[in-house]
């Protein structure tokens, strides 16, 4: 027992070195990959609102700001418990870690509920990806960016299994899983203010 | 061989106190670490219900916000705050050349399609 929590302790003065990195190094590529990406569509929609002003400004009235701030504190709590997750983990205490990680899930399927209903809202009110260039954005961006919470949400039901499995040491894959949905979050907190919070 | 087993029982609780202490230490950084980025989100959002005629410096304002909680997700949530040099410099790089080109975009008013 004691000889295990010295490796753990070993582990915390490794991260705070600065030769950590967290996750697989071959996994930071496709995250910058498509940071990079996004880049691009935040510049893209810039040019656009710069284009037509008066037109973005009227559009982004119509959106629910209280459903873009639910889906943000959401999302941020859904990260604090998977950051939190991984300390238990890398502490030994798996089962603690397992339940964070489920409860961050379960907030993440919270974001998803919350963006069908903005949809659902939308598409009832006659508003269309074809309706006018805000909204082609808004529709292709937040559904790109729906689509990586659905794939955050299938990694960390990977994630989750292995904190289950009690024969496995996986920090790596935990902490590169968890490092995956919180960019997802990140870049959600650049999308709700470019859409949302923008005049 | 009493007060060896002393001696041992006396460092595997000194180790279990310091890890106890550093688990606690990381939680509490990301408690505040979410306050923080709640407090920002709460103030962005009743400041955007504001009237106000400065558009661009408002604009300017919200986008610096959202990259300043950008840049707390990545360092302690994310953990690049103790990352490998590299990998800070490529994550931080990210975030500031994006947000140099955010500006300027919004700053000169830049369109190059239509």
Known sequence: ?199 | LAHSRFTLDHSIFSILHVEVNILISAIRRFVVAWLALVSLTLLSFEACALPNNMNQIFNLAILIIAFFKVRIVSLEFMEIRYAHLLLRVIVEGWIWLTLLILILVIAFDVVLFT
Request: contains cysteine; aromatic residues 14%; glycine residues 8%.
């Open chain 1, 1 to 199: 027992m004691g000889w295990r929590k010295v490796v753990m302790v070993d582990r915390r003065v490794s991260r705070g070195s600065g030769h950590h990195i967290p996750g697989e190094p071959g996994l930071w590529v496709m995250f910058m990959g498509d940071l990079i990406i996004f880049s691009v569509f935040f510049t893209t929609f810039l040019n656009y609102r710069n284009a037509t002003p008066s037109l973005f400004h009227a559009s982004a009235m119509t959106l629910n700001r209280g459903f873009g701030l639910t889906n943000t504190i959401l999302l941020l709590t859904s990260s604090l418990f998977a950051a939190i997750a991984v300390q238990w983990y890398r502490d030994g205490h798996a089962r603690a870690a397992y339940y964070l990680l489920v409860a961050s899930a379960a907030l993440g399927w919270g974001f998803v509920a919350v963006k069908i209903m903005e949809y659902a809202e939308k598409l009832q009110t006659g508003i269309q990806p074809d309706t006018n260039i805000f909204f082609t954005l808004y529709f292709v961006l937040t559904g790109m960016h729906l689509l990586h919470v659905l794939i955050g949400e299938a990694v960390l039901l990977a994630v989750i299994l292995k904190t289950n499995d009690k024969d496995t040491d996986s920090l790596s894959f935990v902490e590169g899983g968890v490092c995956f949905w919180h960019i997802v979050d990140l870049l959600w907190i650049i999308l709700f203010s470019l859409f949302y919070m923008s005049k």
